[in-house]
């Protein structure tokens, strides 16, 4: 009887020795997947600064300064694009693990084409992961998550995704310059500004000049003088100038920069003086029209009826806008006379 009793205690034991043996390790395994897939951070109003980096050899640095978020030091950010990234940051999570017969192949790709992303708070690192291409059915996004603590990438890659949004991620993570540069030309609302002046390259005596006196006194003038005008359709005008936005910023490197630069002369040029006596200056440039608006429109136009270039930020820089946007601006004085 002592013997058998022995026995089963002795059985108990080691049942009960394996038991926790399997919990240790469970809850051991547990930890690493966790830490190996936690790639949200939600307090992204703490990151004040994100590297972005690919593997064909593009990067770029956004940080938050008291100007708002700059690119790499030099340039405004497209607010969209950053307030899009970091909602992306706060809101991902893991749709599924990487089966084995699909690991391989994802690190494979991955070690090939994805992108790293660095967040940094006060100096200091606190995410970091790669981002890869999407699934088959494009509803997730492969990433490897970095272990802050080794420097080391986790072994296991994960499939993420945002909750409620059915789409990939990767494009979020875009490391091209020009597709995060601020697209504002314009942004002054009346009462900062002193004077308006169009000058009409094509039609000189069309062009005009506008003086702020103040926001009940305006003056309008022209070549011929000073002209009586409309104040409905003044002040309509005068607001135009807040949150003006050119539609492609373009890269310097295109062809098109370089012959407009080189040879190009302006159809119109706008200077607007704000009240510090600063100047914003916008030249204006035709562009050539293509053969399929011609054909869809069937009409010859010489110049595109839709786009234009416009020249910028003291003429470092070059965009493409919309008529739709600045027709309304790019008026003759005509505009301002009052109606019979």
Not at 188 to 202: G, Y
Not at 220 to 230: A, D, M, R
Not at 256 to 278: G, Q
Not at 320 to 332: E, H, N, R, S, W
Request: hydrophobic share 35%; aromatic share 12%.
């Amino acid at each position: 009887m002592k013997k058998s009793t022995f026995i089963i205690l002795a059985f108990l034991l080691a049942l009960t020795g394996f038991s926790i043996y399997v919990y240790k390790n469970k809850n051991k395994t547990t930890t690493i997947d966790k830490e190996a897939s936690d790639f949200k951070y939600k307090d992204t109003a703490a990151i004040d600064k994100i590297f972005l980096a690919d593997k064909e050899g593009k990067q770029l640095l956004v940080e938050r300064t008291a100007n708002g978020w700059m690119l790499d030091g030099k340039f405004h950010v497209r607010p969209d694009v950053i307030e899009l990234l970091l909602y992306t940051i706060s809101s991902v999570e893991v749709k599924s693990p990487v089966s084995k017969l699909g690991k391989t192949s994802a690190i494979k790709i991955m070690s090939a084409k994805s992108t790293k992303i660095e967040m940094y708070s006060k100096g200091k690192k606190v995410k970091q992961y790669f981002v890869g291409h999407p699934t088959q059915d494009h509803t997730g996004t492969f990433m490897l998550l970095t272990n802050l603590e080794t420097d080391e990438n986790y072994e296991e890659p994960f499939i993420t995704h945002i909750p409620g949004f059915d789409g990939f991620l990767s494009t979020r993570y875009n490391t091209n310059e020009i597709d995060w540069r601020d697209r504002l030309l314009i942004n002054l609302r009346p009462p900062q500004i002193k004077q308006i002046k169009m000058e009409l390259h094509e039609m000189p005596d069309s062009s005009f000049v506008i003086d702020l006196f103040s926001m009940q006194r305006f003056g309008l003038k022209t070549k011929k003088g000073n002209l009586q005008f409309e104040e409905d359709r003044m002040k309509q005008y005068i607001a135009y100038f807040q949150n003006v936005n050119c539609e492609i910023v373009l890269d310097k490197k295109d062809h098109v920069v370089d012959s407009l630069s080189k040879s190009a002369l302006p159809f119109a040029t706008l200077t607007i003086v704000d009240r510090n006596n600063y100047n914003t200056v916008c030249e204006f440039f035709h562009k050539q029209p293509s053969a399929s608006k011609n054909a869809e429109y069937a009409i010859e136009y010489k110049y595109d009826p839709d786009n234009l270039f416009v020249k910028y930020n003291n003429g470092k820089d070059y965009g493409m806008a919309q008529f739709y946007v600045f027709g309304k601006i790019l008026q003759t004085y005509n505009y301002f006379l009052p109606r019979k």
